[in-house]
């Protein structure tokens, strides 16, 4: 799809517009413990690593966490032995097109923004900050494709779509007793940062998340302990011919990013419906700019 | 007068304990506001053998009650988000003090001397400061205790 630069809402942004100015940071002398801590505190996905100049030396991410937990590493062991250097960076006054071009290439979530000093970072822009911005410009622009449609009806078109119409088939399921081991296999072949959990009967009992896992490992949980153990139930469904009005109410109402989707009763899940593509059908974009083709499931 | 923080320091104070929920760390705040006759902000976490090990503060339960997601669907101003507070506590609840309380507290010694009290405040942005002995807590240091000791003296 060719990019329209004229007239479209998100061309011209820059990086200062959407990035975080909060970062989490650690120095590389901190723990795996350490770590684990600013990722549930903070409720983030990385933490950036620094050197005594305060420079930004690297990053862990839940990832990284799980991979030290899958081979073993004691969590006093120092985020050095498990941190992905050098970190990416953009700068605050890139265009927005240009680093999700970069992000995308990279196949990363997330730049460090720098300033005047580089390997000084001031701020953090992830493709989920991103997306908000992406739907409150989306949503107020004239080249809106649902805009024509909802000028004479009351109700909002995107909200009659349904879950099926939006949803993703690719998900993994294990059984409750199934290793951790196991289940971070699967999350690390697939880039998965849920998993479904069954029971026996094939019933979903829960699900086990990057999250789950993190606290597993910092409360001294062995990864050969089963899911049931670890996981969070229930398993949050919504159903395939629900309207998207009503899922993403359940996906606000209990703090999540995704639905399992069933089809012919709680025990036939078929897919998964996130709140990312959610936003993305609601906010009508055209997708003209490249902003608004942004992917977080790339 | 004093000038060292123990001259200054409160010795009546409550703490709570890692393994504490939320729910009974919120308890021990209420406990402790209506004790100090003003609202509290801030709780030192102590161990069972009463070593700091850190503190729960305003920000951490702002950042445990804080959506994951908010700044998706924080825009979605059309959409009726009836009931999602009184969920979102009901989660909070649960949560381990432990989970969510800063590690890395900055704290004082008896002798700290008044002005670098203020000193380390001003330049940490911190409102409390744990008073440690040995590596249990004796007391703690409020910026209001502070503000009004300065005051008396300024009054002449």
């Known amino acids: 799809m060719a990019v329209i630069d004229r007239g479209s809402a998100l061309s011209g942004l820059n990086v200062a517009q959407a990035m975080r100015k909060l970062i989490c940071r650690l120095s590389r002398g901190a723990t795996i413990q350490q770590a684990i801590r600013h990722t549930v505190k903070y409720k983030i996905n990385a933490v950036l690593i620094h050197d005594e100049r305060s420079e930004a030396v690297g990053v862990v991410s839940k990832v990284n966490i799980l991979g030290g937990y899958y081979a073993g590493l004691p969590i006093t062991a120092p985020v050095d032995a498990i941190m992905v250097s050098p970190p990416l960076f953009c700068r605050v006054d890139d265009s927005l097109d240009s680093v999700l071009d970069h992000m995308r290439r990279a196949r990363v979530q997330r730049l460090y923004v720098v300033g005047e000093e580089p390997r000084k970072v001031i701020g953090v822009l992830a493709y989920a900050d991103i997306l908000g911005m992406l739907y409150k410009f989306c949503h107020e622009c004239k080249h809106r494709t649902l805009r024509e449609l909802e000028a004479d009806c009351p109700k909002k078109v995107a909200d009659e779509f349904r879950v099926g119409e939006l949803m993703t088939t690719t998900f993994r399921a294990h059984e409750e007793d199934d290793s951790l081991f196991q289940i971070m296999e699967t999350m690390s072949a697939n880039r998965l940062r849920t998993v479904l959990i069954k029971g026996r009967d094939g019933l979903p009992r829960g699900v086990v998340t990057t999250t789950d896992l993190t606290l597993a490992y910092l409360h001294g949980v062995p990864a050969s302990t089963t899911a049931r153990s670890v996981m969070s139930g229930p398993a949050r469904t919504c159903a395939y011919g629900e309207r998207l009005i009503e899922a993403v109410k359940k996906m606000i109402f209990w703090d999540l990013d995704s639905l399992y989707v069933h089809k012919e009763g709680v025990a036939d899940i078929v897919g998964v419906v996130t709140l990312a593509e959610v936003a993305r059908v609601r906010s009508g974009s055209c997708r003209a700019c490249m902003i608004s083709r942004i992917d977080l499931n790339e | ?156």
């Open chain 2, 1 to 156: 007068m004093g000038v060292t923080a123990r001259d200054v320091m409160d010795t009546d104070f409550h703490t709570v304990r890692p393994e504490n929920t939320i729910a009974e760390a919120v308890k021990a705040f209420k406990q402790a506001s209506e004790q100090r006759r003003q609202k509290v902000f801030g709780l030192m976490v102590t161990d069972d053998r009463g070593l700091l090990v850190g503190m729960l503060s305003l920000y951490d339960m702002l950042l445990l009650m804080r959506p994951k997601n908010i700044h998706i669907w924080g825009e979605m101003r059309d959409i009726d988000v009836t009931g999602f507070i009184e969920e979102a506590c009901r989660r909070a609840r649960a949560i381990r003090v432990g989970d969510v309380m800063t590690e890395e507290v900055v704290t004082i010694t008896p002798d700290t001397h008044l002005l670098m009290i203020v000193d380390i405040m001003i330049r940490k942005h911190i409102r409390r400061l744990p008073v440690v002995d040995g590596g249990k807590v004796i007391g703690i240091v409020y910026t209001s205790t502070i503000f009004y000791e300065l005051m008396e003296r300024l009054a002449g």
